[in-house]
């Protein structure tokens, strides 16, 4: 089994190289076979490193069909990012001053797994799941049951992103400070900068992603 793991971040890691760079477009198909026959492996090591790279959010399976490159656009990006600024900015505003210290306490307790799982490297299929947790755990007593339902979905939309950023922009302590430095704030009662705070939060995850995938596009 340690010998499958070891090949499989090999190809995980060659595979991954080879997208960023350009020599898969978007929507391209994996064959399994054929890049077991690349990579000199069986099917089983390609298979786990596809699901590595499925969790990274640059794979995506389609039932019946199998791997493909995901479809990947800066445009895309910078659209859902504003979004979410214009959105979470909004009820954050709301939120704040109706924060209850067990609101606050379980936004901390958020954090602290997060941070636990960023900081080993682990669970990277969750990382955008705890991201949301919670961000939604500061934005909960907003009372905008609607727009709230509008940033789930966004943030769903999203989700991949937010994981590559952290994984390739390298920024993964710079996220976890302004988390912190967010639930500081809120504690505090301070809306105009934790608004703020969160706006160029947003703003650089987007920016750090888009530059990762302009220097694969022009590679391309």
Not at 177 to 190: F, I, K, P, S, V
Request: hydrophobic share 40%; aromatic share 6%.
């Amino acid at each position: 089994m340690a010998t499958f793991k070891t090949r499989a971040q090999h190809v995980a890691d060659d595979l991954r190289e080879r997208i960023l760079g350009g020599e898969f477009k978007g929507g391209s198909q994996l064959r399994q076979d054929a890049l077991a026959r690349d990579y000199d492996v069986s099917r089983i090591p390609v298979r786990e490193a596809l699901l590595t790279l499925e969790s990274e959010g640059l794979v995506e399976f389609h039932a019946h069909r199998g791997a493909f490159t995901t479809e990947l656009s800066v445009a895309a990006i910078r659209e859902l990012f504003d979004l979410r600024i214009l959105l979470e900015t909004y009820v954050l505003r709301y939120a704040i001053p109706n924060l209850t210290a067990a609101d606050l306490d379980r936004a901390e307790g958020i954090l602290r797994q997060y941070d636990a799982a960023l900081d080993s490297g682990s669970q990277i299929d969750n990382w955008s799941d705890y991201n949301c947790a919670f961000h939604h755990a500061l934005y909960a007593s907003s009372a905008l049951p609607e727009t709230l339902a509008m940033v789930g979905q966004l943030n769903t939309k999203a989700g991949r992103y937010i994981r590559m950023q952290l994984l390739y922009t390298r920024e993964i302590e710079k996220a976890e400070q302004e988390h912190r430095e967010l639930l500081q704030l809120a504690r505090q009662g301070n809306i105009d900068q934790a608004c703020q705070l969160l706006e160029t939060h947003i703003k650089d995850a987007a920016e750090g992603i888009a530059a990762v995938l302009d220097k694969s596009l022009r590679s391309a």
